[in-house]
Each structure stands twice: as structure tokens, then as C-alpha cells.
Nanobody, 112 residues
Framework: QVQLVQSGGGLVQPGGSLRLSCAAS????????MGWYRQAPGKQRELVAF???????IYADSVKGRFTISRDNAKNTVYLQMNSLKPEDTAVYLC??????GGQGTQVTVSS
């Protein structure tokens, strides 16, 4: 099994930036894809961004050009740099391995 520990997030004004981190431990040899989902109140969970072990990335259309996902394979950690944040980015962000959410969740609130 893989254990995921998230950090980052919080409250930020519209237009601001935040960075999320997610560190994996355990059966890390099985990790191919790491990434992020988010879930806002009353809405379905949606994919935000994913990155493969060789650096290929996928982004939701709603975050393209504003969010950047990166990965440090030596540290088994994935990052999500979020810039130009909008109120509609407000959600609980969940780290995922191989498409399966497993982090504890991090609240991101974008509000003035």
C-alpha cells in the first residue's frame, strides 16, 4: 500500500497563489501516476492534474495555464503550484496515486 501525506493549502484572495505537496511512502515502486483531484461542496469530484513518472502531464481545462503539476521522483513527492486562483477553485484537494485518491485532503479557499 501507498501512504500519502498532503501539505499546503489554506485561504487566499482571488488572483493569489498556493502550492500543495503530497509525499508518498510505502509501496512506492508501484507508483506510475501521481496527481490531484478536487471536490467542491455539492459538486462531483473532478480531476485537476496528473503527472506520470516520466513527466507527462494532464490538466483539467479549467486550470490549464494557471496550475502546474510537478514531481520529484527522488522524494516521491508531487506538487501542485496554483496561480491566478479564482473563487471557483475553492475545494478540498485530494492527492492521488495511479488514479486513486488517498491523501487526507487539503482545503483550498479562494475568497476576498
Amino acid at each position: 500500500q501507498v501512504q500519502l501525506v498532503q501539505s499546503g493549502g489554506g485561504l487566499v484572495q482571488p488572483g493569489g497563489s498556493l502550492r500543495l505537496s503530497c509525499a508518498a511512502s510505502g509501496s512506492i515502486f508501484s507508483i506510475v501516476v501521481m496527481g490531484w483531484y478536487r471536490q467542491a461542496p455539492g459538486k462531483q469530484r473532478e480531476l485537476v492534474a496528473f503527472i506520470t513518472s516520466d513527466g507527462k502531464t494532464i490538466y483539467a481545462d479549467s486550470v490549464k495555464g494557471r496550475f502546474t503539476i510537478s514531481r520529484d521522483n527522488a522524494k516521491n513527492t508531487v506538487y501542485l503550484q496554483m496561480n491566478s486562483l479564482k473563487p471557483e477553485d475553492t475545494a478540498v484537494y485530494l492527492c492521488a496515486v495511479n488514479g486513486v485518491p488517498g491523501g487526507q485532503g487539503t482545503q483550498v479557499t479562494v475568497s476576498s
